[in-house]
């Protein structure tokens, strides 16, 4: 596998935190574009450093969004966003090392927060 930072992904993801998921700290989490993979039908993942790892490094949680170049990079830029906004809706609200677990983060609830990111991006731009 190789990694390289996702600049173009890390703004959108950004902005859709700025919009949709305050609590995230924008400063903790870094996208990144992998190639080679093996898996069949992962688009992307969410990494996270658990609380052992935090506390013997002594530093905060961070989260690591992965998204998989050789099927991400095929998306339509819609279902590219749909894609990071369900990454980000992994990270829970006390930003603690943990996950959402795919009881929360469904295609619905993806919808939804879709809809309202695009709403709140115009009524932001006007």
Do not use: W
């Given at each position: 596998?190789k990694y390289?930072?996702?600049q173009?992904i890390q703004?959108?993801?950004e902005?859709?935190?700025c919009?949709?998921f305050?609590?995230?700290?924008?400063?903790r989490?870094?996208?990144?574009r992998?190639?080679?993979t093996?898996s069949?039908?992962?688009i992307?993942?969410?990494?996270?450093?658990?609380k052992?790892?935090?506390k013997?490094?002594?530093?905060?949680a961070?989260?690591?969004?992965?998204?998989?170049?050789e099927?991400?990079?095929?998306?339509?830029?819609?279902?590219?966003?749909?894609?990071i906004i369900h990454?980000?809706?992994h990270i829970?609200k006390?930003?603690?090392g943990g996950f959402?677990h795919?009881n929360?983060v469904?295609?619905?609830?993806v919808g939804?927060?879709?809809k309202?990111?695009?709403?709140k991006k115009?009524k932001n731009?006007n």
């Open positions: 596998m390289e930072f996702a173009d703004r959108i993801a902005e859709a935190s919009i949709l305050p609590y995230v700290k924008i400063e989490i870094k996208c990144f992998s190639y080679g093996s069949r039908r992962t992307a993942r969410c990494h996270a450093l658990n052992l790892m935090q013997t490094l002594n530093i905060e961070v989260y690591v969004l992965e998204f998989l170049s099927r991400f990079d095929k998306l339509d830029k819609e279902d590219q966003l749909k894609v990454e980000l809706m829970p006390c930003f603690g959402r795919h929360f469904t295609e619905k609830n939804l927060y879709y309202e990111y695009k709403k115009k731009e």
